[in-house]
């Protein structure tokens, strides 16, 4: 087996893992190797964290490592039994779930189909911000772009919107955000159940029963929604042509069924938690970045005025040209993937990997965090200097393993083509229509960098910053 710390009777290596693992994890490795063992409580976990450890895990070792290893919280309310995120690979749902959203959902021609809907949104966004600039208030920057990514999510799939940008915490964007902080809370939670798997009938933590009612609450909105498209559909509606009108009308070519409620449920819950958590946190973090970094800023904007000029809005064909803005995105899934160590994969086989053997049954991590901080990977990895990509190129979807904030292999984040679409279009926007500064307190005291971590890694203390129009 690889290398590791020395564990210790009956908890082995738990100790080693802190408040921030993907930091604990990648200290150890820069003592252990890029690839080493630990041992968690009853359980044994093999971390990569170095590219080519990486692509063993993710491509070269693809079959042996595609299957997820389930943490008990995603059990909950058998979640775990109908959701494309920890279904096998080889289960003929998983295949169907896939195949239905690429080809419905994140295929090139569904989203240039769905342009117009994310200039629209991203509209939305801008006019929001410009109201709150009149006020003289200040911008929570998180919850602006968690609100927009939300309603785009809603009537991608159900034709209407979640939420109303000038609502604040109080409506329904609130009420959302809060369901899915609990949601990421509980999933990230280090839960005993998944170190000691004996004690998970148990769940003594509770944290299973926390996640519970979370999906309880998320199934009641979705149901609103299939029970009145039923309705609709039953009184004679013309269709709306969004995914759920797909989802509705799907048939398995194999023995002519469609998606039973429980599978709708849970596709919908993984569809709404990913894509409006991990896009409002990236951009978030992209700002807070760009603000401590003046220089950074001042250039991603003089591209935008030069290549974008007086147009008010931004097309996402004009995403291409705007070089030094892809830049800053890149530097930020660097510095802050969303998903620090992706989600957990499990060793299907013994397998070898670089001399060493990981066990059959063992739960697999993969370090992007790491990987993005590795000084022989990267020249001074803790400075914001997204130049480093004018000089090199370097993608992000899979197939460079210096920069994995999507995965690789099979197991990639199918959402990623809508993320990215989305992720540049509201950056540019607030770039182009806005002045940035941070409130005099902030300003004065410095912009708290502290991570909070869970699934996804959010700033702790939510970014306020002053817009300015131009």
């Not at 409006?276 to 935008?304: C, F, H």
């Not at 930020?332 to 990981?358: D, N």
């Not at 997204?386 to 984040?413: A, K, M, N, T, Y």
């Amino acid at each position: 087996m690889p290398p590791g710390p020395r564990p210790l009777p009956l908890i082995g290596n738990l100790l080693d893992l802190g408040a921030q693992p993907h930091r604990s994890l990648a200290r150890l490795a820069q003592r252990y190797g890029p690839l080493m063992t630990l041992h968690f409580g009853a359980v044994t976990t093999v971390v990569a964290s170095s590219p080519d450890a990486a692509r063993d895990v993710l491509q070269r070792h693809d079959a042996a490592f595609s299957t997820r290893h389930v943490p008990d919280v995603a059990r909950a309310c058998a979640h775990d039994s109908f959701s494309m995120v920890w279904l096998r690979p080889c289960s003929p749902q998983w295949r169907a779930l896939r195949r239905v959203c690429y080809a419905e959902l994140f295929s090139p021609r569904r989203l240039d189909a769905q342009q117009s809907l994310r200039r629209q949104k991203a509209h939305h966004l801008v006019s929001h911000v410009a109201r709150l600039a009149r006020e003289g208030a200040a911008v929570d920057v998180g919850r602006v772009v968690f609100t927009t990514a939300l309603n785009l999510i809603s009537c991608t799939v159900f034709s209407v919107d979640f939420a109303d940008l000038d609502d604040g915490r109080v409506g329904t964007a609130g009420e959302f955000m809060d369901v899915m902080e609990e949601f990421a809370c509980c999933v990230g939670l280090p839960n005993v159940s998944d170190f000691f798997p004996a004690v998970a009938p148990l769940d003594p933590q509770r944290v299973r029963r926390r996640l519970a009612r979370v999906f309880t609450k998320l199934y009641a909105t979705f149901d609103e929604q299939i029970e009145r498209r039923m309705q609709e559909r039953a009184a004679g509606e013309p269709p709306k042509n969004d995914f759920l009108d797909v989802l509705l009308d799907y048939r398995s070519t194999e023995d002519g069924r469609g998606f039973d409620r429980q599978t709708l449920w849970s596709l919908l819950s993984d569809l709404f938690s990913a894509g409006s958590d991990t896009t409002s946190v990236t951009v978030e973090w992209a700002m807070a970045e760009l603000l401590q970094n003046p220089s950074s800023m001042a250039k991603a904007r003089e591209e935008l005025s030069r290549v974008i000029g007086s147009k008010a809005e931004i097309e996402e064909s004009d995403i291409n040209r705007l070089d030094y803005l892809q830049a800053v995105m890149k530097e930020t899934f660097r510095l802050h993937p969303p998903a620090p160590l992706l989600l957990p994969h499990q060793a299907e086989t013994a397998t070898e990997i670089g001399g060493y053997t990981v066990p059959k049954g063992a739960r697999v991590l993969v370090n992007v965090w790491a990987i993005g901080r590795d000084s022989k990977v990267w020249f001074e990895p803790d400075k914001f200097m997204p130049e480093r990509f004018l000089q090199r190129e370097v993608d992000f979807r899979g197939r460079d393993f210096e920069l994995l904030p999507f995965g690789s292999g099979r197991r990639i984040c199918p959402g990623m083509p809508l993320a990215v679409r989305m992720m540049h279009l509201m950056l540019a926007s607030l770039l182009h229509r806005f002045e940035w500064t941070l409130p005099p307190d902030v300003e004065k005291n410095g912009l708290d960098m502290t991570e909070n971590f869970r699934v996804v890694i959010a700033l702790a203390t939510p970014l306020q910053a002053i817009a300015t129009p131009v």
